[in-house]
T-cell receptor, first 111, second 113 residues
Framework: SQQGEEDPQALSIQEGENATMNCSYKTSINNLQWYRQNSGRGLVHLILIRSNEREKHSGRLRVTLDTSKKSSSLLITASRAADTASYFCATVHPSGYALNFGKGTSLLVTP | DSGVTQTPKHLITATGQRVTLRCSPRSGDLSVYWYQQSLDQGLQFLIQYYNGEERAKGNILERFSAQQFPDLHSELNLSSLELGDSALYFC????????????FGPGTRLTVL
């Protein structure tokens, strides 16, 4: 069953703008991860944030985690056309082994 | 390139048939996970193997089975196929038994006619 829910379902922006995607989840987590999927391709791991962390950066990516609200956000700054993809959040339950994915946010970045 | 390989890339078959999907994990990874991605269900975890043993089960149908061999490659067997089994099947691998960063293969697209 889906654990995370991303919002919005789809996002269209222009190059240079920032893109923000949100993820809400339902149960306790060990960590939360964000993945990117280009159309019909495999998923690529972007960033992992642990339950005791509040914010993490990686290049143009900034992830926040609020465990009290059971939510996370992914910010992509200065977006590029190559950022066009679907973005998924995935959670790991403390006693779990596998990733529980949301349905994803489809991001379109136009030149 | 994640280092995870999956074969075949595409598979077209008929209802009632049986197919086998193959996955080779990244060198050094002991865990293999199988996921199914469809338009209506999204990405669903099916099953995990760690060093040859089944470690966790998700939404895997009884018609589906998997195994991990001594060389750590894994196979997912789908039998008595139905139209609804049409989906992208991904394999992922990780170093340990617990799900930290997972590395995904390119997927096998299964079409059941």
């Amino acid at each position: 069953s889906q654990q995370g829910e991303e919002d919005p379902q789809a996002l269209s922006i222009q190059e240079g703008e920032n893109a923000t995607m949100n993820c809400s989840y339902k149960t306790s987590i060990n960590n939360l991860q964000w993945y990117r999927q280009n159309s019909g391709r495999g998923l690529v791991h972007l960033i992992l944030i642990r339950s005791n962390e509040r914010e993490k950066h990686s290049g143009r990516l900034r992830v926040t985690l609020d465990t009290s609200k059971k939510s996370s956000s992914l910010l992509i700054t200065a977006s590029r056309a190559a950022d066009t993809a679907s973005y998924f959040c995935a959670t790991v339950h403390p006693s779990g082994y596998a990733l529980n994915f949301g349905k994803g946010t489809s991001l379109l970045v136009t030149p | 390139d994640s280092g995870v390989t999956q074969t075949p890339k595409h598979l077209i078959t008929a209802t009632g048939q049986r197919v086998t999907l193959r996955c080779s994990p990244r060198s050094g990874d002991l865990s293999v996970y199988w996921y199914q991605q469809s338009l209506d269900q999204g990405l669903q975890f099916l099953i995990q193997y760690y060093n040859g043993e089944e470690r966790a089960k998700g939404n895997i149908l009884e018609r589906f089975s998997a195994q991990q061999f001594p060389d750590l490659h894994s196979e997912l067997n789908l039998s008595s196929l139905e139209l609804g089994d049409s989906a992208l099947y991904f394999c992922a691998s990780s170093v340990g038994a617990r799900a930290d960063t997972q590395y995904f293969g390119p997927g096998t697209r299964l079409t059941v006619l």
